[in-house]
């Protein structure tokens, strides 16, 4: 038997169901998958973000899919864990309390709804599970290139970029980051995980549904948890240790001169900030050659918001 979340689970069985996290009134839709023979335990979430949304069917379209009879090992698949920002199209953080659930961990038992939220995953989902994969996608304002992170926790370092290359994403990011769900559980846990980004722009497209979907499958098959049909990655992702997160100094309306996916040269204009009156405030640069993760598409910008992440080439640190 397979105990989680106050479930209890036979092998070969498939679970639907609402959790209730701490809360009587907030529920996550969720599917749990005993496999009928033993391994390892994945949590896959989404929509920590509320409002990147390619995470949510992909879940789901696995979560049908999935036989739990060639399962080896446990899958919990949360389907949607910001639901209140969900259905009040509140983009990231959740609207009860303004918490961002990839930056706040690791809650409190008696605290406001994100911080409930944080603590019933660091009690009942972090001590259960061997892996941890969260999927997310640019947000409304943002543009960006299928990326991801891994942790650089000594302990579960080496096991999460092993996972990650055997992943269909282009670029590889090593993140010092420890607050979110994923990093929190790997610097404070030591549970491998991954964060997973794919979309942007509050889009729900096909083929970033597609593959997100792809590479659930892809880890499943690299935990030695499920067999698929699924192709072998088609290049070997490249791995970035330092990325410059460029943020805005002042207010004001932001102009990109860059795309996604752009590959840099050292000293290349990255966009410019103006005033109301269309004066410049400020121009930003690169710091060195490198490749585009994601920048900031909307216009208007606050000081120490975010305008472009990227990655730089190792002979250029």
Request: glycine letters at 10%; a negative charge; charged letters at 25%.
């Amino acid at each position: 038997m397979w105990n989680i979340c106050a479930q209890e689970l036979k092998p070969g069985e498939k679970r639907r169901l609402m959790l209730r996290p701490n809360m009587e009134t907030y529920e996550i839709p969720a599917t749990l998958i005993c496999g009928q023979e033993p391994g390892k335990t994945l949590v896959v979430t989404a929509q920590i973000h509320a409002g990147e949304y390619n995470g949510t069917p992909a879940v789901l379209r696995a979560a049908r899919e999935i036989d739990p009879v060639r399962l080896k090992g446990n899958l919990v698949l949360l389907h949607c864990v910001n639901t209140s920002g969900f259905w009040q199209q509140h983009w990231r953080t959740l609207p009860e309390d303004g918490f961002d659930l990839n930056a706040g961990y690791p809650g409190k038992a008696d605290g406001t709804v994100g911080e409930k939220l944080a603590d019933w995953f660091v009690k009942e989902i972090f001590s259960q599970a061997d892996f941890l994969l969260d999927l997310h996608g640019g947000n409304v304002n943002e543009i960006l290139t299928p990326c991801l992170f891994y942790p650089k926790a000594e302990k579960v370092m080496e096991e999460s970029l092993a996972a990650a290359r055997a992943l269909d994403v282009p670029y590889l990011i090593a993140s010092g980051a420890d607050k979110g769900e994923y990093s929190y559980a790997a610097n404070h846990h030591n549970l491998p995980g991954l964060l997973l980004e794919r979309g942007y722009g509050g889009f729900c497209r096909e083929e970033w549904i597609a593959g997100h979907k792809r590479n659930i499958y892809l880890l499943l098959r690299h935990l030695n948890m499920y067999e698929t049909h699924e192709p072998d990655i088609a290049c070997e992702p490249k791995v970035y240790e330092r990325v410059i997160y460029q943020e805005s100094e002042k207010a004001g309306l932001w102009y990109p001169a860059i795309k996604e996916k752009d590959q840099l040269k050292k000293g290349q204009l990255l966009g410019r900030l103006e005033d109301m009156f269309g004066e410049v405030l400020q121009e930003y640069y690169a710091k060195g050659d490198g490749v585009v993760f994601y920048y900031t598409a909307g216009l208007s910008v606050k000081k120490g918001d975010l305008l472009a992440a990227y990655g730089l080439e190792e002979q250029t640190i």
